[in-house]
T-cell receptor, first 113, second 117 residues
Framework: KAGVTQTPRYLIKTRGQQVTLSCSPI?????VSWYQQTPGQGLQFLFE???????NKGNFPGRFSGRQFSNSRSEMNVSTLELGDSALYLC????????????FGEGSRLTVL | DQQVKQNSPSLSVQEGRISILNCDYT??????FLWYKKYPAEGPTFLIS?????DKNEDGRFTVFLNKSAKHLSLHIVPSQPGDSAVYFC????????????????FGQGTILTVHP
């Protein structure tokens, strides 16, 4: 069974640009969550999608947005990039949201120059 | 405001001995706790979890203990193996009345465990 797949794995952008990251969940998983990992703040929750609907959102500015497609694949977008957006962005999928057991991808490493 | 804290950035133990990783939380609404393990260049991997209605959960070499009154949980690894060397994250969720956290986990900062042969 394939795991959670995230693309691209690495990318470099400059301030002011925007970026789109993609996530393919494990087959059969309908819940997709996104997390930002930085050395200073650790792993922080961005948002969660289920059946194309955003059900939960963390404390991030509106520049961070996401969506989910009918096949459960998800994208997140960050507009007007800032230096502080440099981070590892992790996507996680879940079959049973009741357990809290999330299956994480390897992440997309974003560097903003 | 860090609601989940892992006060030990690192822990070093000898192979075969016990590893004890600690985690404290402040939010009384948390009712489900998980431990994740992370190797470099990989995403976190679920290890073990415990509901707030229990005080202990075992899975092979891994045992998680929960002390709700102290808002403290710990992960015991016995015996420790060199392959256990990784970053361990404690995480917590506050599930709503329907029993789901909607994907939101609050993570600690992680503890780097090194198991020496």
């Amino acid at each position: 069974k394939a795991g959670v797949t995230q693309t691209p794995r690495y990318l470099i952008k400059t301030r002011g640009q925007q970026v789109t990251l993609s996530c393919s969940p494990i087959s059969g998983h309908r819940s997709v969550s996104w997390y930002q990992q930085t050395p200073g703040q650790g792993l922080q929750f961005l948002f969660e999608y289920f059946s194309e609907t955003q059900r939960n959102k963390g404390n991030f500015p509106g520049r961070f947005s996401g969506r989910q497609f009918s096949n459960s694949r998800s994208e997140m977008n960050v507009s007007t990039l800032e230096l502080g957006d440099s981070a590892l962005y992790l996507c996680a999928s879940s079959f049973d949201p009741n357990t809290g057991e999330l299956f994480f991808g390897e992440g997309s490493r974003l560097t903003v120059l | 405001d860090q609601q989940v804290k892992q006060n030990s950035p690192s822990l070093s133990v000898q192979e075969g001995r016990i590893s004890i990783l600690n985690c404290d939380y402040t939010n009384s609404m948390f009712d489900y706790f998980l431990w994740y393990k992370k190797y470099p260049a990989e995403g976190p991997t679920f290890l073990i979890s415990i509901s707030s209605i229990k005080d202990k959960n075992e899975d092979g070499r891994f045992t998680v203990f929960l002390n709700k009154s102290a808002k403290h949980l710990s992960l015991h690894i016995v015996p420790s193996q060199p392959g256990d060397s990784a970053v361990y994250f404690c995480a917590a969720s506050a599930r709503n009345a329907g029993g789901t956290s909607y994907g939101k986990l609050t993570f600690g900062q992680g503890t780097i465990l090194t198991v020496h042969p």
